[in-house]
């Protein structure tokens, strides 16, 4: 185990400790998880998209990145910057989609 241990982010929610069975694991940070349960249900895409902010630590540095995930264990990992951008673009499309609300 690594003698110094990061700081928790000031987001982490669920803490890992690190495993003892590896040297160099730091622990992991897990963020509250944000959900939007989806209502054009199918059987193949039941169930909600999730968002999580997670960092895990090793050697004494930290690898964090948002992670996204939808019904079918389809998930990927963004970096900051990456979530903004599929925000704007979420924003985009949804104005298309429904521009009622776009006025604004
Ligand atoms: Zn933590």
Request: aromatic content about 6%.
């Given at each position: 185990?690594?003698?110094?241990?990061?700081?928790?982010?000031s987001w982490c929610m669920d803490h890992h400790e690190p495993d003892p069975n590896y040297d160099a694991d730091g622990g992991?940070?897990?963020?509250?998880?944000?959900?939007?349960?989806l209502?054009?249900?199918d059987d193949?895409?039941?169930?909600?998209v999730s968002v999580q902010a997670n960092a895990g630590?090793?050697?004494?540095?930290?690898?964090t990145n948002i992670e996204?995930?939808?019904?079918?264990?389809?998930w990927t990992r963004l970096t900051a910057?990456?979530?903004r951008q599929l925000a704007e673009h979420l924003i985009v499309v949804a104005d298309l989609v429904d521009p009622q609300v776009a006025q604004h």
């Open positions: 185990m690594t003698d110094e241990l990061l700081p928790c982010p992991a940070h897990y963020s509250s998880e944000l959900q939007v349960l209502t054009l249900a193949y895409f039941e169930g909600a630590d090793q050697d004494g540095k930290r690898d996204l995930t939808a019904p079918g264990e389809v910057t990456e979530a």
